[in-house]
């Protein structure tokens, strides 16, 4: 064993020495009849040199050379070299996946993105590769492809779908050299390279998912109007699970951009939020990954006139009618307020004050959006005031009303204690709509009653008809009682059928923020990831940081982990403490009432 090993050491070092040699000599500009023996070691460097220096310093200069003084030999060895080091791009499996190890027996909904392949032996032949490449172009500028005629064959976008092996090579090379090449696909191009997102292996799909993510780092306004649509159109392709797959890997190959998306997340983040509910495991994962990057990245996203006129006249007028999705999750006050009069048969004599309305546009916007989130203003300023204004809004607004064949009731689920409340505030501010019904006053159907419906917890325990009917809106009243993920409530809730949610509570964090994990769980499952996954990213840091004994890294780390959490639930969440709109409040009215003690009292 240990001589095989101080053989191949002694064949490695002897294969570096002869590379630089080779190496020096082109440097040198020496070109005898016979290159074979200069050109075979630094081949043979590039496709067993392990060491990043030692590849850099056999390789970078020496390949241009080698290519420049060798363009007109007869026989020219372009071809060889070239092929050579373009298949190299490929060889290493987990940094790009075989199209014949991924085939279509295979999961064909898999999102390779999200496995984090660890690197294989192979990885440094493929690195050397891509090095090389952009060496080539370093050097020698776009001449290399006058130069080297052969290269340009590798460069083409045009899809062939007899031979997608070659097609997905191109892509390849295209994507490493393509920071410095700089030229992108045609509309048509981009429309066949959409269409591979479509496809049932997932290493196609990844290949060119990373493409069109070093498409955006070079131009991102560009590579929307070129992509945006098709992927747009794919994720709500409700009949194909690939095709769902491609589009939101590309969102979160895309989201790892962070802040240099800004200009485009205004478009992404809807599309990204539409497919968390998606009935593929893998698909809401990755939707709500990416969704989670880009809701960080929107409140950087204010300057709106600098980016529209860098799209096309399509997607500016798209990426207009989206700016209130940004607005409504990092900037509640710039939204269009509603009026009084946009509220259907509010009392004539309610006089709403302005934090109210603000309330109430903002659920009303999350409605449009389909967002769900929690309206935490503190106790005694008006939610479930401003919760039954947008139920009479989405109730009666003809706009607003959803198709023939959708489910039109709404549920509020609330303390026992606070049913009666939800009726009698409806009857005082809507006295002339039908009154809310209770579950006990519903018979032995739903027909010809109210179609919002008041229920307690305990009650929607018990009774499998609220449980198995489709709802409009679900409304958690109190929705902290939730916050325990172990219990058969926070199941029947999470299980319930509904297209709307919300949830309102004074107290939304009320021991820990892991109480979150179980809110957004029934707010937009998978936002937050798995319960062992968001205790292993925000839990775990946050109560080492509390630790009295933490390092300045544990005290770091916890800062950073309740940082990224905050940026990430607070779009969701509108809470006004009292002192925030105190000057709205009417006076406080202090009675002291004398009153005496009872014969039981007196003895006591």
């Known amino acids: 064993m240990l001589i095989k090993s101080t053989k191949a050491t002694i064949r490695i070092n002897a294969n570096r020495v002869n590379a630089l040699i080779g190496s020096a000599l082109f440097y040198f500009n020496h070109t005898p009849p016979k290159l074979t023996p200069m050109i075979r070691p630094l081949m043979e460097s590039a496709e067993n040199e392990d060491q990043i220096k030692m590849a850099e310093e056999t390789l970078f200069d020496s390949i241009p050379l080698m290519l420049l003084v060798t363009s007109n030999r007869d026989p020219c060895p372009h071809i060889k070299i070239v092929r050579q080091i373009c298949s190299g791009l490929t060889v290493s499996q987990n940094y790009t996946p075989s199209i014949s190890a991924w085939n279509e027996e295979k999961d064909s909904t898999a999102v390779i993105t999200l496995l984090k392949l660890e690197p294989d032996e192979k990885l440094p032949r493929a690195k050397n590769s891509e090095m090389i490449l952009n060496a080539c172009f370093s050097q020698l500028g776009t001449d290399v492809l006058t130069i080297c005629k052969e290269l340009e064959k590798y460069l083409s976008l045009d899809v062939d779908e007899n031979d997608l092996e070659a097609t997905m090579l191109n892509v390849e090379v295209v994507r490493t050299v393509f920071s410095q090449w700089q030229k992108f696909p045609s509309p048509e ?16 799909r990844f290949r060119i998912c990373r493409c069109i993510l070093e498409f955006a780092k070079i131009n991102l306004f560009e590579t929307m109007n070129l992509f945006y649509n098709e992927i747009s159109k ?26 240099k998306l800004v200009g485009a997340t205004s478009l992404l983040a809807p599309i990204a939020f539409s497919a968390i509910s998606d009935k593929i495991e893998t698909i809401r994962e990755t939707a709500a990954s990416a969704f989670r990057k880009m809701v960080t990245i929107l409140p950087l996203e204010k300057d709106e006139h600098s980016y529209i006129s860098s799209y096309s006249p399509s997607l500016a007028t798209k990426y207009r ?60 300023l008006g939610k479930t005031l401003q919760t039954l204004c947008l139920l009479s809004k989405v109730h009666n607004d003809k706009n607003l009303q959803e198709n023939e064949n959708s489910e039109n009731w709404s549920l509020i689920v609330c303390p026992k204690t606070l049913v009666n409340h939800w009726c009698n505030e409806w009857k005082k501010y809507f006295p002339s709509e039908e009154p809310l019904r209770k579950t006990q006053e519903l018979g032995i159907g739903f027909k010809n009653y109210s179609p919002i419906v008041v229920a307690s917890y305990e009650e929607l325990r018990h009774q499998q008809a609220l449980r198995t009917k489709r709802w409009r809106y679900v409304i958690l009243d109190e929705g902290h009682c939730i916050r325990n993920h ?54 775990k840091p946050m109560l080492a940081c509390r630790n009295p004994k933490a390092t300045e890294i544990q005290t770091r780390e916890g800062e950073e982990a309740l940082s990224l959490l905050h940026r990430q639930i607070l779009p969701f969440l509108l809470r006004r403490l009292k002192s925030d709109v105190l000057n709205e409040l009417p006076e406080k009215v202090v009675q002291d009432c004398l009153c005496q003690l009872t014969d039981i009292q007196k003895s006591i």
């Open 189 to 204: 191009q981009a429309l066949k390279l959409s269409a591979l997102l479509k496809h049932s292996n997932p290493a196609i």
């Open 234 to 259: 794919f994720i709500g392709n409700i009949d194909c699970d690939s095709t769902r797959a491609g589009a939101v890997e590309v969102l979160l190959q895309l989201s790892g951009l962070e802040d």
């Open 321 to 380: 009618q989206n700016l209130n999705f940004l607005n409504v999750l990092s900037s509640p006050s710039s939204l269009p307020l509603l009026t009084k009069s946009d509220i259907p048969y509010l009392k004539h004599d309610v006089d709403l004050r302005s934090y109210q309305y603000e309330g109430i546009t903002w659920t009303m916007f999350l409605h449009k959006f389909g967002l769900n989130g929690i309206l935490a203003d503190d106790m005694g």
């Open 486 to 539: 172990t219990t058969q409530l926070f199941e029947v809730v999470s299980n319930l059928f509904s297209k709307h949610r919300l949830i309102l509570s004074g107290t939304p964090v009320q021991n820990s923020p892991a109480d979150l994990w179980a809110l957004f769980r029934f707010l937009m499952p998978g936002y937050l990831s798995t319960r062992a996954s968001f205790h292993q990213k925000y839990i």
